[in-house]
Every structure is written in structure tokens, then in C-alpha cells.
């Protein structure tokens, strides 16, 4: 079959470009250079990430777990602002805007500016003498000092990963079958009901892949917290990106790297299991709905 | 007294298009009604402004005498089985079922009886904690009507609902909802672009073509004795000709003089003259009022078509005995079954 020729392609790059780079940082992960300049296999540098700092530190206190933990409650907290904006807005946008979306077009605008300079941009907003605290003053209000605050980095990290939540749901809800939600309120729902008994359960696909696709981003971002939060506010991405880019100990990096990466396969395994739906049990018949 | 449910003079545009223009039907309780017509005539959008689902642009609407525009669809006493049948993929075929009566907050204990009795009732029994994706077409269909049934509604609304199914399936689920309603006493508003269907279900059939309706009728009326051409030519076979009424009783068509049984048409006023292929009989040649030659013969189970070329047009004959091709018949047609009507600008939809 010709079709197959096409594919390798696609397959070359998926190896090159992301399993390739995987199996690299899982190799520096596990090995070490010994006193010889020989390569050898070693666990020291995954469990460098675990030990205490002294005898009898309790766990979650070492340093490098009090900085992972900030990590996820960050990436968490930065999730759940995103679904919070992010479902109501792809609700909206899916409501009037349908398939000729200009709202949408204007959506997707900041996102074709680089996301530095975004991210600079909020620096400027923020800053003590900034936008932000101009237009306070202005309405008589007292200024606030937010920036290089865990408050900036998450203000920062929603408005740069909003879009990547409010896409897949914008998706599933636009392409929902209309007459499925006439049938409920032909049922006897009203418009809460309606909302709650069938579109909500029916754009969990949606939610689920805003879930990743923001959580994951935020868990492993180093840019914004460097900037936004003025480098004191350490995240586990600044960590890693300190051992390659400062420190030169790639296995250490790449250890904490795979630790991420085990952790983050851990947390969306967690997620498909909630998401576990009974689909297609006991028949055949898929794609046969009419 | 009031009608059940009322349509006054019902229009309903889309931007500039007339989708519907003064609809005029009622509807009495435990009646079986059937919206049919072409694809495109505007059964649908009748059905959805019955449901709740469009507002007519004018017009009225009247349950028992009431207005029941400004009713959301949640309010109205209306269940609807959807053309494409619209169950909840998300839930099992319990679930589904169930969804109005939640909505009621009945207790769990009549839920599950209900739902059981409704599975029997459409053969479903055993099937509650199956899932949508897993039924055929056929099985997703009785969820559906079983899903509007459960909920007790003074009319279901069945929007081609059989549509989707094979033949026999069809002709199966015909009998199935006929006794249902039959059973439970519901008003049934049906729609369908099948005549044998509207014609062996219905109490009563609506012909509606481009937005209006053509003729409201039993089907026996609706049959034997069609308003006009459209409705003729929509239900059943029939040999459709322009004709002269020349006098009552007396009209010509097919360059022959024929006698009628309708009156009350102008002298010499063009009409159009609808016979029913089973309706011309073939006679020996001398005895016919038109003298023609088989062209073509086909054999449809009971009865053979031919087609008898007489006075230059092509007859659509039925008969039980077969004249082979090139034979020299002749035709006659009784006088009570030569349907003479108005003229109507024949309307395409
Ligand atoms: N929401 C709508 N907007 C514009 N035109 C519509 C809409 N709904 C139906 N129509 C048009 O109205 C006409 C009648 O439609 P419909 O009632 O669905 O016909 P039927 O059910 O008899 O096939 C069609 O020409 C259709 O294109
Ligand atoms: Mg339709």
C-alpha cells in the first residue's frame, strides 16, 4: 500500500524529535561519569531529588520536594483558574459564535505575539510604577505590589495557557448535536438542568484535554516564573533549567526531568481512569449510532 | 368547543423564506394525525412549533383553547421522538429512559418500574444497562419512543421516526406504534414523506406540499377522492390529464368525451382529470372508450402495470390478467372513478 510510504515520515520525526530526546535524558538519568571518565549506571542523581538535606529531615520539608510540591499546587491552582475562565468563554464562544467566529480570530491574536514578549508585557503591567497600579491610583484606590509574587506567576501562566483551555472545550461544545439538548428540555428540563444533565457530562472530553494541556505547560514552565516571579520564586522548571543551563550537571537535570515526566504520565493516568466511561461494553457497533 | 390542539393561520418565515404559510389544523384528543409531504414542505418546523421549539412568525396556537406560544418547551404536556432520534450518548439506555422522570423527582422504586414496564412495552426488556453506542437503529429507536412514552405526555410528536429503518423493520415498528398508541390513549402527530405509511397508520392525514396544506382527510377520502393533482400525484399511482368540463357531468379529456359524476365547474373551465391506474378497465377492443396498444408490461405481485399508449397518452394500467406487448386493447373508465378537479399551478417543493 502507497498510503503506509507517507507515514514514515511522520514516524522519522516522532522518533527524532520526541522519543529520541526521551530515551537521552532517561540515559543521563540513570548514568554517571565515574572517576575514570567510564560511563557507569547509577541512581544516585534520582535519588539526590529525594535525600535530606541532614539526618532526620522530615520529607516534606527537603528542599527539593518543598519546590515540587509549590510546583503542582502552582500548575494545579493555575488549572483550575483556567477552567474557571476558560469554560464559560468557549461556552460563550460556542454559543454566538458558532463556526463564523471573529471573537475567536481576536482570541488568537496575542497568541501569534511571542510569548516573551507577552510575558514582558505583563512585567510592565505589574510592575510597582506599572499600568496596573496607574489605573489603581487613578480610581482612587491604594496600589498593590504584585509583581515577582506566586499571585504574578499564576496571573501570568493563565493568561498564557487560557487558550489551550478554552480550545478542545470550544470544540466539543460547537459540534454538540443541537436536537440532544432540545430532547432534554422536551423531557422537562430547564436551562440549569439542561446545562448541568447534558452538556456539562457531555463536553468532559473537552474538559479533560483542556485539564492536560493547560496543567502540563504550567507544571513544567520556567520562563514565566523567572520573569514574573523575579527569580526568588523557584519552580521545579527553574531547577532543571539551572543544572543544564548553570550548574553543567546534565544527569542531575536530566534525573529531576525524568522525575517530572513519571510524575506528570502518574497524575494523566490518574485522570483517564476518573474518566473511565463504560463505552462500548457489551456490543459491536461503533459509528452505528443511526 | 376547543380543540385539543389548534393551529390558526400559522406562518413561519425564515429570514425572507416562507417556510410555512397560514397553517390552519386541529387536532383532537387521542387522534392519530399524519403530517405528509415531500421532503422540504415543512412537516418538520409544524412539529417543532407544536414542540416548543419555533415560534411561529403569526399566527396562533391553542392547547384546549389556551395560547401556548409563550410556553417554553419544558412546560408543555409534549413529548418528542427526534428525526435522528437524539438519546443522550452519554448515558445507558436505563439513564435515557429515566431522564424525564428524574427531572419529576419520582422516587427510584417507581422509576425502575416504569422504565421496566416501558422496555416490555417496545421489546426492549433486559436491555437497561446497555449503552446507546451498542444498539442497532431499530433499538435505538424504541429507546427513543420509550424514552417521550415514559413521561405519561397528552401528545407525542414522531418526527420521521421510522425513517432510518429497513423495510421490514419498518413495517414492523408501523404495527408496534399503532398499538401503542392505541394502548395508552396518546395523541399522535406523525410525520412522514411515505404515503403507505400515512395512509395505513393515520386517523386522519395532512397533505402539505411547498409550506401549505393541500387536503386534510381520512385516507380513504384522502385516496379516492383527491383536491387536486398535487395530492393525487403524491399519493398513490394515478394517470394525471388536463381535461374541458363542458357541462356537469360531462367532461373531455384524452380527446373524448366522458361522463362524470362532478358539477359545479364553469362551462368549457380547463380542470385536471385524475384516474387510478387500477381504475381503467380493459375492455375487448370495439367496446373501448379508447382504443390503444400495450407498450410495456411489468409484473408487481398481485396485479400487472402496463402502459396502453390510447389518444396519445401513456395509460398506467392494473390489472390481474396480463396483454402482452403490441396488443390492441380497449379502455373504458366508470364514471364515479374519474376524479375531475380544480386546476392547480402544479406546486414543486
Ligand atoms: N432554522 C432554519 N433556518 C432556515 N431555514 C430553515 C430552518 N429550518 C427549516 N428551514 C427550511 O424550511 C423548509 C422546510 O423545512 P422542514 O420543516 O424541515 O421540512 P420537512 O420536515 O417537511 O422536510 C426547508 O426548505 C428548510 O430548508
Ligand atoms: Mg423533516
Known sequence: MLKRIFVYPYILWMFLFIAAPLLIVLWFAITDTGADGQTVFTFYHVARFFRPAFAGEPFFQRLYIVVLTRSIWIAVLTTMVCFVLGYPLAYALAKFFGHRSILLFLFLVPLWMNFLLRTYAWMTILEQNGVLNALLSLVGLPTIDILFTDTAVVLGMVYNFLPFMVFPIYSVLKDMDNSVIEAAQDLGANRVQVFFRVVLPMSVPGIISGLTMVFMPSVTSFIIPNLLGGGQFILVGNLIEQQFMRVGDWHFGSAMSAILIALILLMMGFIKLIDRQPRNKDGPAEGVLY | ?349
Not at chain 2, 389544523?25 to 414542505?41: A, H, K, M
Not at chain 2, 413495517?171 to 410525520?191: D, P
Not at chain 2, 377522492?225 to 363542458?246: D, R, T
Not at chain 2, 389518444?311 to 379502455?331: D, I, M, R, S, Y
Open chain 2, 1 to 349: 368547543m376547543n380543540h385539543f390542539i389548534d393551529l390558526v393561520g400559522v406562518t413561519k418565515t425564515f429570514g425572507r423564506k416562507t417556510v410555512l404559510s397560514n397553517i390552519n389544523l386541529y387536532i383532537d384528543r387521542n387522534e392519530f394525525v399524519t403530517l405528509l409531504g415531500p421532503s422540504g414542505c415543512g412537516k418538520t418546523t409544524t412539529l417543532r412549533i407544536i414542540g416548543g421549539f419555533e415560534k411561529p412568525t403569526a399566527g396562533a396556537l391553542l392547547f384546549n383553547g389556551e395560547d401556548a406560544i409563550s410556553l417554553p418547551p419544558n412546560k408543555r404536556k409534549v413529548n418528542t421522538v427526534f428525526q435522528k432520534y437524539a438519546l443522550f450518548p452519554n448515558m445507558n439506555v436505563f439513564d435515557n429512559i429515566a431522564f424525564g422522570l428524574r427531572l419529576k423527582k419520582t422516587d427510584a422504586k417507581t422509576i425502575a418500574e416504569k422504565v421496566d414496564a416501558m422496555l416490555a412495552l417496545v421489546n426492549l426488556a433486559g436491555f437497561q444497562k446497555r449503552t446507546i453506542q451498542s444498539l442497532s437503529g431499530g433499538q435505538q429507536q424504541r429507546v427513543a419512543i420509550a424514552r417521550a412514552v415514559v413521561n405519561d405526555p397528552e401528545v407525542l410528536l414522531l418526527d420521521e421516526p421510522l425513517g432510518a429503518l429497513d423495510l421490514k423493520l419498518r413495517l414492523e415498528m408501523q404495527v408496534e406504534l399503532k398499538n401503542i398508541q392505541k394502548e395508552l390513549g396518546i395523541t399522535f402527530v406523525y410525520v412522514t414523506h411515505d404515503q403507505g405509511e400515512a395512509l395505513s397508520m393515520s386517523d386522519t392525514v395532512v397533505v402539505m406540499d411547498a409550506g401549505q396544506i393541500q387536503q386534510i382527510g381520512k385516507p380513504e377520502d384522502i385516496y379516492n377522492e383527491p383536491k387536486n393533482a398535487f395530492v393525487a400525484k403524491f399519493i398513490g399511482e394515478s394517470n394525471i390529464l388536463e381535461g374541458i368540463m363542458h357541462s356537469d357531468y360531462h367532461v373531455e379529456f384524452a380527446q373524448v368525451g366522458f361522463a362524470c359524476i362532478d358539477k359545479g365547474f364553469g362551462p368549457g373551465e380547463a380542470v385536471d382529470v385524475v384516474v387510478r391506474p387500477e381504475d381503467v378497465a380493459i375492455t375487448p377492443l370495439e367496446e373501448g372508450t379508447l382504443r390503444g396498444k400495450v407498450r410495456h408490461i411489468t409484473f408487481k405481485g398481485v396485479h400487472y402495470e402496463m402502459r396502453v399508449e390510447a389518444n396519445g397518452f401513456a395509460w398506467k394500467v392494473h390489472n390481474t390478467v396480463q396483454f402482452p406487448v403490441g396488443t390492441e386493447v380497449g379502455l373504458s373508465i366508470a364514471p364515479h372513478l374519474i376524479h375531475v378537479m380544480k386546476k392547480s399551478g402544479e406546486p414543486g417543493c
